[in-house]
C-alpha cells in the first residue's frame, strides 16, 4: 500500500470519527433540550402574561433539611412543586406526607435518579411506577408530572410518558448549574432575578449538604420575588390548576 493511500485512509477515518463525535454532540444536546421532546407534552415556561412563577425542587426529600425548607415557604405563603426521587421518598415517607399536607405538590423524579436515555422501556417502566406509587402512598392526589433526572430524555423515555399520558416538566432557570453562581446565595438570588419574568420555572437543589448555599438563598430569593410582584407557585398552578395535564 503506498504513502499516498494510507493518508487518504487515515483522513478518511479521521473524517468519520469526527461526523460520529458531531452527531454524538447533537444527540446530547438534543436528549438535554429543555424545550423539545421526541413525543408527549414538555413544558419549560408558560405563556403567561400574570405576574406568576413555579418554584421546583430536585431529589429527595431528605429528612434532615426537610423543616428548614418548608418553615421558609410557609413563612411567605407559598407553595411548591418537588420532583422527588422514589429511593428517598421510601426512606423518608413521612416527609413526603408533611410536603402533601401543607399544601405542596409532589412529582416524579424516577427512582434511582439514572440518566434515561439508551435504556429499554421495561427501565424505564421501574423507575417511574414505583415512584408513582409511593407519591400516591403519601397523599398526592393530583397529576403527578415527571421531571428527567439532568433533563436528559431522548426516544425511548419520551414515547412511554407519551403512551401513559404524562407531562414533561422542566424549566427556564437554573442557577445552581453555574458554578461561579452557586456558590454564593447572593449569586444565586441575582441570576433568577436578571432572568426571571411571567410563567418562569425555577429549578433548585435544597436537599443535600453541598447545598447550603442554596437554603440560604430561598428566603431572600422568596422575598425578592414577592417585593417584585410574583407569586410563587406549584408548577400545577402555573398551568392553571389541579385539573391542568
Known amino acids: 500500500m503506498n504513502a499516498r493511500r494510507v493518508r487518504w485512509i487515515i483522513l478518511g477515518v479521521l473524517a468519520t470519527l469526527g461526523l460520529v463525535a458531531v452527531g454524538l454532540a447533537g444527540l446530547r444536546t438534543l436528549a438535554r433540550s429543555r424545550t423539545w421532546q ?3 407534552k414538555i413544558i419549560a415556561r408558560v405563556d403567561t402574561k400574570d405576574s406568576v412563577v413555579a418554584l421546583t425542587f430536585d431529589d429527595g426529600p431528605v429528612a434532615r433539611v426537610a423543616d428548614s425548607v418548608m418553615a421558609t415557604l410557609r413563612a411567605r405563603d407559598v407553595h411548591a412543586t418537588f420532583f422527588v426521587m422514589g429511593q428517598d421518598l421510601r426512606a423518608a ?7 402533601v399536607a401543607a399544601g405542596h405538590e409532589l412529582g416524579n423524579h424516577t427512582w434511582t435518579h439514572r440518566r434515561m436515555v439508551l435504556v429499554s422501556q421495561a427501565t424505564v417502566r421501574e423507575e417511574i411506577e414505583p415512584t408513582d406509587s409511593l407519591i400516591r402512598t403519601v397523599g398526592e392526589r393530583g397529576p403527578i408530572r415527571f421531571r428527567p ?3 436528559y430524555k431522548l426516544f425511548g423515555l419520551p414515547r412511554y410518558l407519551a403512551r401513559t399520558n404524562r407531562v414533561t416538566v422542566t424549566w427556564d432557570i437554573e442557577p445552581e448549574s453555574f458554578q ?8 444565586i438570588v441575582s441570576h433568577v432575578l436578571a432572568r426571571v419574568r411571567p410563567g418562569s420555572i425555577i429549578i433548585l437543589h435544597p436537599w443535600y449538604p453541598s447545598r447550603a448555599t442554596t437554603r440560604a438563598a430561598l428566603p431572600v430569593l422568596l422575598d425578592s420575588l414577592q417585593a417584585r410582584g410574583y407569586r410563587v407557585t406549584t408548577v400545577g398552578e402555573l398551568l392553571g390548576g389541579s385539573a391542568s395535564p
Do not use: F, H, K, S
Open 180 to 187: 461561579d453562581v452557586a456558590e454564593t446565595p447572593e449569586g
Open 93 to 99: 415517607p413521612e416527609v413526603g406526607a408533611a410536603l
Open 149 to 151: 433526572p439532568y433533563g
Open 38 to 40: 421526541a413525543a408527549g
